[in-house]
């Protein structure tokens, strides 16, 4: 007797036997492609061949500087200047940028550039960077290393000289006003604890102050560079000094935050006002307030740091020595200087 199959079963067989000509179908040309080889390894070699593989750690977007910072280096390291860059923000984390750090490693990335969220403990993973072979370029804030051949070079801003620029400004500025000698409170706020940006600002002011045995810092506090911190830090010193002549601030964002707190409170800051404002960056707001005598001098850090990267890149590449160290070109601003046409060109 012949084995009858059920209408049903037979329909499943079909269905069983198309779906698995499908798969195989998907297999052959996804190995044709190259779809299915491991991700983790060389995921750029691929489809970038041709392109220079830059893993960039950017260590947060606390500040307009920092938005500024990252554009700039975005924009260097583009796909039309023959570069893949694959990009991770640390929140503000040293872990983040360890974690990122050891992931290009592992993806044999070309270069590895990093912009150090604190100056210390990064030793670890530089040596790693080092035993893989990739040259690292550290962007921005400085990293204290025994060993500096664990890093190629470093490109950024001198934070010594700008805090001792706004020193030179102070006492300069009490001269013209007949000041000098006089008792000044001073209260300072301070960028991210441990951060070079932060050490070296606080550095650079007190190379001047210490000359200065009538300038009274009142006190120094953490805002972490942000305008909220920096807020919060000015309410604090409002609510234990009433007679605060000057406030440095480690950056824009947090100055925003102090002149607000400082408002509201009722006093009046900037040239005409009760308290000096010295801050640092000069990012286009901030110069539109120097220019309305709101900040009466801003210490200029300059963020358009990438082409310097995508030079220093150049050179390595075609087998030339670098420097260990490029600084950039920065500038005080005052109302004296801040001009309409210099408000123009400014993009940040
Ligand atoms: O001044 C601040 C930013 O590291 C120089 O970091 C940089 C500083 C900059 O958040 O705005």
Same mark, same amino acid.
């Not at 607000?260 to 010295?278: F, K, N």
């Given at each position: ?13 079909? =269905? ?13 040309? $996804? ?8 991700? %983790? ?14 893993? =960039? ?12 910072? #990252? ?6 390291? !583009? ?53 893989? $072979? ?18 190629? #070079?470093?490109?950024?801003? %001198? ?32 960028? #991210?604890?441990? !951060? ?11 190379? =001047? !102050? ?13 805002? %972490?560079?942000? +305008? ?41 800051? $900037? +040239? ?11 990012? &286009? ?9 709101? +900040?009466?001098?801003? +210490? ?5 740091? $990438? ?18 160290? &490029? ?20 993009? &940040?």
């Amino acid at each position: 007797m012949a084995i009858s199959m059920k209408p049903s079963a037979y329909i499943n067989k079909i =269905v069983m036997a198309l779906m698995l000509a499908v798969l195989l179908l998907i297999a052959l040309v $996804g190995s044709r492609l190259g779809l299915f080889t491991d991700l %983790d390894e060389e995921p750029h070699i691929r489809e970038d061949a041709d392109k220079i593989v830059v893993g =960039v750690s950017q260590l947060g977007s606390e500040s307009g500087w920092r938005s500024a910072n #990252t554009e700039s280096v975005q924009n260097a390291l !583009s796909k039309q200047n023959g570069y893949f860059m694959i990009f991770s923000n640390a929140r503000q984390k040293q872990e983040n940028q360890i974690k990122a750090i050891r992931s290009f490693i592992a993806q044999r990335v070309d270069y590895i550039v990093f912009a150090p969220v604190v100056k210390s403990g990064w030793e670890t993973v530089l040596q790693e960077a080092k035993e893989a $072979g990739i040259p690292v370029i550290i962007m921005d804030r400085g990293v204290d290393v025994a060993d500096k051949n664990l890093y190629t #070079t470093f490109v950024g801003t %001198d934070s010594v000289e700008e805090g001792r620029r706004a020193g030179v400004w102070l006492e300069e500025h009490l001269k013209k006003q007949g000041k000098a000698d006089e008792r000044i409170n001073i209260v300072i706020l301070k960028g #991210t604890e441990g !951060s070079s940006a932060q050490i070296g600002r606080t550095t650079g002011f007190a190379m =001047v !102050s210490g000359k200065h045995n009538n300038w009274n810092i009142l006190g120094q506090k953490y805002g %972490d560079f942000t +305008i909220y911190k920096g807020k919060e830090v000015m309410q604090d010193f409002l609510e234990m000094y009433d007679d605060i002549d000057v406030v440095i601030s480690q950056n824009d964002d947090m100055t925003f935050g102090a002149i607000e707190a400082i408002r509201e409170s009722g006093r009046t800051v $900037g +040239i005409d006002g009760d308290i000096t404002i010295i801050s640092f960056d000069a990012v &286009y707001e901030a110069l539109e307030m120097v220019a309305e005598g709101i +900040i009466n001098v801003d +210490i200029e850090c300059n963020p358009n740091q $990438g082409e310097y990267i995508s030079e220093i890149i150049s050179l390595l590449e075609s087998g030339q020595e670098v420097e260990k160290r &490029y600084y950039i070109e920065e500038d005080v601003f005052t109302i004296e200087n801040v001009t309409e046409e210099l408000l123009e060109k400014r993009t &940040y």
